[in-house]
């Protein structure tokens, strides 16, 4: 080989060793080295719990905990009318000035100002959203008032809650009829019978017997049940008790009867006095509706053999 090959192969390799010590020291002084990366993963959309179903619901069915579940609901796919636990803000839909400040074109409001209104008002529906924000255990007690399928979200218009319009009128069972009666603490056992308890309605009336001997009249009162097992559906328009309460007062009890009862709990109101008697929990198994009321008792005065004689005819 050539002595000037053997020079320019030398000096290549003293190149080349010089550049490697120069990369290494370049790494020692912790400056960084172009490294491949996979590209980010896409952010994962927020979600929100939203009340739904956990089973068919019929009409006339009372709500309670088996009956309800939370969802994950992506948030930008909730609807205003679903019913969310609060916990993660739900952007409610734009007013007409919010969509026009947001285009710009809100006419005589700055941009700042109109960004500025925007960032308080979504701050206010958040804060609105948690302090409002349903409860599962708020919608305990509440009637369907439309057909909802497992999984559907629950909505205002499909449900009715204890205190709303129609609530009484969803709540009643098929048939039933809701009548009220005058109270007061003393027939009401006082005031310890709340709403969705059992009683039993005692009729109290004055009976008048006719004294034929004397030409005069004897009067004297009388008791009996004229309906038992009897659910007490509100006190006065209160429909579902506190959770501390332990008696209700008021003066009128709102009772849920047959069509057939109903008639002959308003007889049974023209005729006396009504008291409420409470029955235990354990004993609202029984037959429920009316009782046989006795007749009042008339003295009739029958002659055998020319003497007479006082009958009293019940």
């Known amino acids: 080989m050539k002595p000037a090959r053997i020079a320019v192969i030398c000096v290549a390799a003293a190149a080349a060793i010089g550049l490697a010590f120069?990369?290494?020291?370049?790494?020692?002084?912790?400056?960084?080295?172009?490294v491949a990366t996979a590209a980010p993963m896409e952010a994962a959309?927020?979600?929100a719990k939203v009340l739904v179903a956990a089973r068919d619901l019929e009409p006339g069915k009372r709500l309670e905990d088996a009956d309800l579940t939370w969802k994950d609901w992506p948030v930008d796919e909730v609807n205003p009318a679903?019913?969310?636990?609060?916990t993660t803000p739900v952007p409610a839909p734009p007013t007409a000035n919010e969509a026009k400040a947001a285009a710009g074109t809100l006419e005589g409001a700055p941009a700042a100002a109109a960004k500025s209104g925007n960032a308080i008002a979504e701050v206010a529906r958040a804060a609105n959203n948690v302090a409002t924000g349903g409860a599962k255990a708020d919608y305990y007690g509440s009637v369907v008032?439309?057909?909802?399928?497992?999984?559907?979200?629950i909505v205002a218009r499909k449900i009715v809650r204890a205190g709303d319009s129609g609530y009484l009128a969803a709540y009643l069972e098929p048939g039933m009829r809701a009548m009220a009666i005058r109270v007061t603490v003393e027939t009401a056992a006082g005031g310890f019978i709340l709403p969705g308890d059992r009683v039993d309605v005692l009729l109290t009336r004055q009976t008048s017997l006719s004294n034929l001997d004397n030409a005069g009249q004897n009067s004297k009162f009388s008791s009996s049940t004229v309906m038992r097992n009897i659910k007490i559906l509100a006190i006065d328009q209160t429909t579902r008790a506190g959770d501390d309460e332990q008696s209700v007062v008021g003066a009128t009890a709102t009772l849920e009867v047959g069509p057939a009862d109903a008639e002959a709990l308003a007889l049974a109101k023209s005729e006396g006095e009504l008291s409420l008697v409470l029955r235990s929990y354990a004993d609202t198994a029984g037959p429920s509706g009316r009782v046989q009321v006795p007749r009042q008792a008339a003295a009739v005065r029958i002659f055998r053999g020319g003497a007479p004689e006082v009958v009293v005819v019940q």
């Open 145 to 153: 008032r439309e057909p909802i399928l497992a999984g559907e979200p």
């Open 82 to 86: 679903f019913i969310t636990d609060g």
């Open 22 to 34: 120069v990369v290494r020291a370049m790494g020692s002084n912790g400056k960084p080295v172009a």
């Open 45 to 47: 959309r927020p979600m």
